[in-house]
């Protein structure tokens, strides 16, 4: 396969998380369609978290087994272990700090009333806090959203690396398979982008980026791993990766708590996770 249709085929496999990001547009949801979505998304996430942490523990395993059989020293396990520790550190600590700098500091107080002539002023006063609220509300929202397009960005560049790898060795029948088995996979995964927003309703130009944030890395992945082979960039963006989906299916599902329809949300919560497992099946029939 040559590197003009590694990196085409890459690209499709990244793009078909365009096909989930348009949901995050309708508008006749009621409350328990967006526990529904949202809670869709969290087992989407869920299953990215667990196969994510999956394949960074295979390469750290690998090389320890190295370093049992003698072919290398215990200096590479111990620093790939501290690299999956430190990687998964940043991503989920890492995230909660920098969302804690960029959040907006207080409310917008309203005027103490202190005699009839000063009602309008305390009626604008909250009119002004409200709508600096509900600003803040969206924003919140939007930053978490596009946190999980970063996150899932991260994992499909690993997954374009698998891709670009594979070409380049000459195994095309399992890149054809990965490139087929990712972009099922990352269809889903527009879900679990915009699933969290809940009534807030995406500008076009901002799920065009957040598709970028999220699908291009399996491009750009594609690419680099057709030139580039390295377990060490593969864990590190694996172990940041899967630290930053855990912090956002916590911050998800504390958003979605003030919903209700708990039963509702972990039934779809494990549809979602299920989802998750038949698409990533395709991949392992392949022989992945």
């Not at 054809?176 to 969290?196: C, D, K, R, S």
């Not at 039963?263 to 979602?272: D, H, I, M, N, P």
Request: hydrophobic share 55%; proline share 3%.
């Amino acid at each position: 396969m040559s590197f003009s249709e590694t990196i085409a085929l890459g690209a499709l496999a990244g793009f078909t998380i365009f096909l989930g990001l348009p949901f995050a547009r309708l508008e006749l949801l009621a409350n328990r369609g967006r526990v529904a979505l949202a809670m869709f998304a969290v087992g989407v996430l869920a299953f990215l978290f667990a196969d994510v942490l999956a394949q960074a523990f295979s390469i750290v395993e690998h090389a320890v087994d190295r370093a049992r059989d003698g072919t290398s020293g215990l200096g590479r396990p111990i620093a790939m272990a501290l690299m999956l520790g430190g990687g998964f550190a940043l991503g989920s600590a890492g995230l909660a700090a920098l969302e804690r700098r960029i959040r907006p500091r207080g409310t917008v107080r309203p005027p103490v009333a202190g005699g009839s002539g000063e009602a309008a002023a305390v009626q604008l006063g909250h009119a002004e806090q409200v709508a600096h609220e509900a600003a803040a509300a969206r924003a919140r929202a939007l930053r978490t959203a596009m946190t999980i397009a970063a996150a899932i960005g991260m994992h499909n560049f690993a997954e374009g690396l698998a891709i670009g790898v594979s070409a380049h060795a000459g195994q095309i029948s399992l890149a054809t398979v990965l490139i087929i088995g990712f972009a099922l996979h990352n269809a889903t995964e527009g879900f679990g982008i915009v699933g969290p927003l809940g009534p807030v309703k995406p500008s076009w130009r901002w799920l065009i980026c957040a598709g970028l944030v999220g699908g291009g890395p399996t491009f750009l992945g594609s690419l680099v791993g057709y030139r580039v082979t390295s377990t060490s960039l593969e864990l590190a963006f694996y172990a940041v990766s899967a630290g930053a989906i855990l912090y956002v299916i916590g911050e998800v599902w504390n958003a979605m708590r003030r919903y209700g329809h708990r039963e509702l949300g972990l039934c779809l919560l494990a549809a979602g996770f299920f989802v998750g497992v038949v698409t990533d099946l395709v991949v392992v029939y392949g022989g992945a």
